[in-house]
């Protein structure tokens, strides 16, 4: 099937689990992970519609950012060496991995002047040692600290699920994120609004969506790989 056939598909099942739980669908924005394509697949996501696209690796991001400048919204969606920070801060429009202060410190030290950088606070919700995150008791207060750098803006939380074959055992996963970020916007931190949850992945978007997913991450149920 086509990206285009693969969406409407996508598009469907976004759209039932957003009336199962009396949301709308425009609440949800699809990012196309195209860490694993190339340059033509990623040109048949942005004509399908798709507007947002994801790279995990920076030599992966800098390829796409070269290849479509201008044509979409830029997600950075996988851990970022402090050292590379350099080599994607004004390329990229959004930042999914922020987890730690050294990080935060590059951040600031290289956004260009006048810029916002826009990021979600990487949390490992499930507690796997596998996987990058902060953990939950330690979000808030690393989410406070981030006010002395005033070139970041928090936008939202991020998590990953563990894989599971039955997609139904991720959602304590992403209802304590959502339950997490409600937490975040009660204390009201102004460089913090925080609206955004980022999760889901093409395994189990449909159960992120019903717990308030506005942004999912999907890579093969679009593209067939």
């Known amino acids: 099937m086509s990206v285009e056939e693969n969406l409407q598909q996508v598009n469907q099942v976004i759209q039932s689990a957003c009336e199962k739980v009396g949301r709308k669908k425009e609440e949800v924005t699809i990012v196309a992970v195209t860490k694993y394509v190339g340059n033509d697949k990623t040109k048949e ?4 519609g798709i507007e947002h696209i994801g790279e995990n690796r920076v030599e992966g991001a800098l390829e796409k ?3 479509f400048q201008g044509q979409a919204n830029f997600h950075f ?3 970022l060496q402090s050292r590379k920070v ?4 004004d390329k990229y429009d959004y930042f999914h991995s922020l987890d730690r202060p050294s990080l935060a410190k590059e951040f600031q030290k290289r956004c260009p002047e006048g810029k916002k950088i826009r990021c979600f606070v990487q949390v490992n919700v499930s507690g796997e040692a596998s996987k990058f995150g902060l953990a ?4 808030i207060p690393f989410i406070e600290s981030l006010k002395d ?3 970041i803006e928090v936008i939202g939380l991020m998590t990953m699920a563990p894989f599971e074959e039955d997609p139904e055992k ?3 996963v992403f209802r ?3 339950e997490l970020r409600d937490e975040v916007q009660s204390q009201r931190f102004p460089h913090a609004p925080c609206t955004e949850l980022s999760m889901g992945m093409s395994n189990d978007y449909h159960i992120a969506v019903e717990e308030g997913a506005t942004i999912v991450r999907l890579g093969s149920v679009l593209m067939n790989e």
């Open 77 to 79: 969606i996988g851990t």
């Open 136 to 139: 939950p008791e330690e979000t």
């Open 45 to 48: 996501v942005l004509e399908a």
């Open 86 to 89: 350099k080599q994607v801060i």
């Open 149 to 151: 750098y005033p070139a």
């Open 176 to 178: 304590g994120l959502r």
């Open 65 to 67: 950012w070269e290849a």
């Open 170 to 172: 991720t959602r304590p």
